[in-house]
């Protein structure tokens, strides 16, 4: 499924996988939050129930989404996070991946936090 996602300066396109994880939050869709922002990632709370996370991971790609349990939030990362070692991109604790970004992800490069949305493409 391919989603868009408003920042408040600028749009792009994602694309969810076919998982579990992101059958449900699909189904949260739309989605408007306020995101916050570290270092090259904006996260935000939704409303997903998920319980356990069926593939961790501890780095993830430039351009990925993922879900992060403690702040039951959505992630979108475009580079490193204080947590990074060199130019991996590491989030606070383990994620599971759930979709990303359609073209080149550094087009988030400068995007504030705040207004978020996210809506099937």
Sequence with gaps: MKVRITFSDRSLEAELLDTELARRVAAELPIEAQGNRWGDEIY?????????????????????LAFWPPGNAFCVFWG??????????????????FGRILGDPSQLDGTPGGSVRVEVA
């Design 44 to 64: 935000f709370s939704i409303d997903a129930d998920v319980s356990k996370l069926e593939k961790p991971v501890d780095v993830v790609e430039k351009g990925d």
């Design 80 to 97: 490193p996070t204080p947590m990074s070692c060199s130019t991996e991109v590491r989030p606070a604790s383990a994620v599971e991946v």
